[in-house]
């Protein structure tokens, strides 16, 4: 077995710190990534709440065809990780520029594949099993297919964009300049997942009442639409991205990229995409956030042994080639750097954190819902969109002071500070939430647990971006958010076991103390209780344990150093 490849011979095609490059053309570069970093985050989330909608316009039975149609979600988490693996080290070996901008022409081609789903794709489709199958499929069923293909292709664009601009940031700022920028990308790509859901149910349902006024307006102004619909969401997202396109192909011109000699680890990349495709679907969950979302919904979530074991033999075996070939995928021996060692760990407790603070909200305000109508499931809804925007948007407006303070005082103070405060706020949310807690008392709770979690996502990110050479950046911001969404992953099942597992207990021991003589109505209403309880008592044991692992992630925190590394051919 030969020794882990330790220095890539690499070549540099201009500077990679954009030395040439003014401080505020970058600046005008890092925002205009962040619009399609945000639109791509944005669109990992959107259909979950759209879903029976786009069910019900084709004529398909929700109740029946759900669990294929979601899909359209787990097709793009899925296709968002893969993307994340391959185009990030794609990046290092051809340049940014490229990668960035066929990344989001991919992403606006998908974005008008599922806009016109229901024309020329199902066509082709229908076309295909008519010709070549022998079938006859039904038009609507083909027309759902080709929407989840549509969804695929968008996210293939989508996971690229966020680690090709965190590896773009290292190419134009110098170590010392690049934690207020890598923050900012972190906080838009966190909030435009997070507002994903409750974005596609407010524009649908404002479609649903005002579509026919607003078509009749086009029209008086000469444009002859159709009323619009869930279609809309993904048209709009065209001219935004051709805008974003040409004005960042233009603003990259004269930005230098670096590029690494060797070839693309197919091999590698095969069986890590394969790992973690299959250790998502084992555990049975994803970084889906659900605003309607309630405890016995959760039962759908189900570990599926056989295929974690696949998942770790190919993990394994990826381990074993990485450590033997040339030009690996990633280079093993960056885990002997302290502050990637301890940043990784931190990131992963810090994932599983962050999806407790976003499933918590819902959990308590459906359980709160005064009945189980669509009405009454709508508005609780609605809170809870607004609720987690408590914890969501103080979490972006975070990065920037976590930014600084990791500029002036290194990466420590600020990822430590922040998980103290995380930690504060989950105590005070476990043991103070309860089934009459006031909204904004629970909102207070959330903006301390938002701020903590916030000044992480800087020091974290420039953390492990400044330990690694220029050729090797896309990999590492990569590693930086794939280690996040498998902490939130694996949040989802771990929580969504311990919840049904405690509410189960909890009533089978309320229901113990029932009286003996009781009529059938009396029944069903204690019993109806004793879940209401439990489900209360669970929701502040879950935001507790987000307590105890917020506290945990001080410890490799504390590992973080200060120095920066040393990163070649910077200005």
């Given at each position: 077995?030969?020794?882990?490849?330790?220095?890539?011979?690499?070549?540099?095609?201009?500077t990679?710190?954009?030395?040439?490059?003014?401080?505020?053309?970058?600046?005008?570069?890092?925002?205009?990534?962040?619009?399609?970093?945000?639109?791509?985050?944005?669109?990992l989330?959107?259909?979950?709440?759209?879903?029976?909608?786009?069910?019900?316009?084709?004529?398909?039975?929700?109740?029946?065809n759900?669990?294929?149609?979601?899909?359209?979600?787990?097709g793009?988490l899925?296709?968002?990780?893969?993307?994340?693996?391959?185009t990030?080290?794609?990046?290092?070996?051809?340049?940014r520029?490229?990668?960035?901008?066929?990344?989001?022409?991919?992403?606006?081609?998908g974005?008008?594949?599922?806009?016109?789903?229901?024309?020329?794709?199902?066509?082709?489709?229908?076309l295909?099993?008519?010709?070549?199958?022998?079938?006859r499929?039904?038009?609507?069923?083909?027309?759902?297919?080709?929407?989840i293909?549509g969804?695929?292709?968008?996210?293939?664009?989508?996971?690229?964009?966020?680690?090709?601009?965190?590896?773009?940031?290292?190419?134009?700022?110098?170590?010392?300049?690049?934690?207020?920028?890598?923050?900012?990308?972190?906080a838009?790509?966190?909030?435009?997942?997070?507002l994903?859901?409750?974005?596609?149910?407010?524009?649908v349902?404002?479609?649903?009442q005002?579509?026919?006024?607003?078509?009749?307006?086009?029209?008086?102004?000469?444009?002859?639409?159709?009323?619009?619909?869930?279609?809309?969401?993904?048209?709009?997202?065209?001219?935004?991205?051709?805008?974003?396109?040409?004005?960042?192909?233009?603003?990259?011109?004269?930005?230098?990229?670096?590029?690494?000699?060797?070839?693309?680890?197919?091999?590698?990349?095969?069986?890590?995409?394969?790992?973690?495709?299959?250790?998502?679907?084992?555990?049975?969950?994803?970084?889906?956030?659900?605003?309607?979302?309630?405890?016995?919904?959760a039962?759908g979530?189900?570990?599926?042994?056989p295929?974690?074991?696949i998942?770790?033999?190919?993990?394994?075996?990826?381990?074993?080639?990485?450590?033997?070939?040339?030009?690996?995928?990633?280079?093993l021996?960056?885990?002997?750097?302290?502050?990637?060692?301890?940043?990784?760990?931190?990131?992963?407790?810090?994932?599983?954190?962050l999806?407790?603070?976003?499933?918590?909200?819902?959990?308590?305000?459906?359980?709160?819902?005064?009945?189980?109508?669509a009405?009454?499931i709508?508005r609780a809804?609605?809170?809870?969109?607004?609720?987690?925007?408590a914890l969501?948007?103080?979490?972006a407006?975070?990065?920037?002071?976590?930014?600084?303070?990791?500029?002036?005082?290194?990466?420590?103070l600020?990822?430590v500070?922040?998980?103290i405060?995380?930690?504060?706020?989950?105590?005070?949310?476990?043991?103070?939430?309860?089934?009459?807690?006031?909204?904004?008392?629970?909102?207070?709770?959330?903006?301390?647990?938002?701020?903590?979690?916030g000044?992480?996502?800087?020091?974290?990110?420039?953390?492990?971006?400044?330990?690694?050479?220029?050729?090797?950046?896309?990999?590492?911001?990569a590693?930086?958010?794939?280690?996040r969404?498998?902490?939130?992953t694996?949040?989802?099942?771990?929580?969504?076991?311990?919840?049904?597992?405690?509410?189960s207990?909890?009533?089978?021991?309320?229901?113990?103390?029932?009286p003996?003589a009781?009529?059938?109505?009396?029944?069903?209403?204690?019993?109806?209780?004793?879940?209401?309880?439990?489900?209360?008592?669970?929701?502040?044991?879950?935001?507790?344990?987000?307590?105890?692992v917020?506290?945990?992630?001080i410890?490799?925190?504390?590992?973080?150093?200060?120095?920066?590394?040393e990163?070649?051919?910077?200005?």
């Amino acid at each position: 077995m030969s020794a882990p490849n330790v220095n890539n011979t690499t070549q540099t095609r201009g500077t990679s710190s954009g030395s040439a490059v003014s401080t505020g053309h970058r600046w005008y570069v890092l925002a205009l990534v962040l619009v399609p970093v945000f639109i791509g985050a944005l669109d990992l989330t959107i259909v979950s709440a759209i879903l029976p909608e786009i069910l019900t316009k084709l004529s398909i039975p929700v109740d029946t065809n759900l669990g294929a149609a979601a899909w359209a979600v787990t097709g793009y988490l899925l296709a968002y990780i893969v993307s994340m693996i391959i185009t990030g080290r794609v990046s290092d070996l051809i340049g940014r520029r490229a990668v960035y901008l066929a990344c989001l022409a991919i992403f606006i081609f998908g974005s008008y594949w599922v806009a016109t789903a229901h024309e020329l794709p199902t066509q082709v489709l229908n076309l295909i099993a008519r010709r070549y199958l022998g079938q006859r499929p039904d038009l609507n069923q083909l027309t759902l297919i080709a929407v989840i293909i549509g969804r695929v292709i968008q996210a293939l664009g989508a996971g690229a964009m966020v680690p090709v601009s965190m590896a773009l940031v290292g190419d134009l700022f110098p170590p010392e300049r690049r934690s207020q920028p890598v923050g900012l990308i972190g906080a838009v790509d966190t909030l435009g997942w997070v507002l994903g859901h409750l974005y596609g149910g407010v524009m649908v349902n404002f479609f649903n009442q005002r579509g026919g006024e607003i078509a009749a307006w086009l029209q008086s102004i000469g444009l002859n639409l159709p009323p619009p619909d869930w279609h809309t969401l993904f048209y709009l997202n065209v001219p935004i991205g051709l805008i974003a396109f040409v004005l960042t192909w233009l603003a990259l011109r004269g930005v230098k990229s670096p590029s690494g000699v060797g070839r693309f680890d197919v091999v590698g990349a095969v069986m890590v995409s394969l790992s973690l495709i299959l250790l998502n679907l084992g555990l049975g969950g994803s970084a889906e956030i659900s605003t309607t979302r309630t405890l016995d919904e959760a039962t759908g979530t189900q570990i599926n042994l056989p295929l974690l074991a696949i998942a770790g033999v190919c993990f394994v075996a990826f381990l074993i080639y990485e450590w033997r070939i040339k030009y690996p995928l990633l280079e093993l021996h960056l885990f002997r750097k302290r502050n990637i060692s301890a940043a990784s760990l931190t990131n992963l407790l810090i994932g599983f954190c962050l999806m407790l603070g976003l499933v918590s909200v819902p959990l308590l305000v459906n359980l709160r819902a005064e009945d189980a109508s669509a009405e009454a499931i709508s508005r609780a809804a609605e809170r809870a969109g607004i609720l987690l925007s408590a914890l969501t948007i103080p979490m972006a407006a975070a990065a920037i002071p976590g930014g600084w303070l990791s500029a002036k005082r290194g990466y420590r103070l600020p990822t430590v500070l922040g998980l103290i405060l995380a930690t504060a706020g989950f105590v005070m949310a476990g043991t103070t939430w309860r089934a009459d807690t006031p909204d904004l008392t629970m909102a207070l709770h959330m903006l301390v647990v938002g701020i903590g979690l916030g000044l992480t996502i800087s020091p974290i990110g420039t953390a492990v971006i400044n330990e690694v050479d220029e050729h090797a950046r896309g990999v590492a911001s990569a590693l930086v958010l794939i280690l996040r969404l498998l902490g939130m992953t694996i949040a989802v099942s771990s929580l969504t076991t311990f919840a049904l597992t405690r509410v189960s207990y909890l009533v089978q021991l309320a229901s113990e103390n029932f009286p003996v003589a009781v009529t059938a109505e009396d029944l069903q209403r204690l019993s109806v209780q004793a879940y209401f309880e439990a489900g209360i008592q669970v929701i502040g044991e879950m935001l507790l344990i987000g307590a105890v692992v917020s506290a945990i992630a001080i410890v490799p925190a504390l590992w973080l150093h200060n120095r920066n590394a040393e990163v070649t051919n910077e200005a």
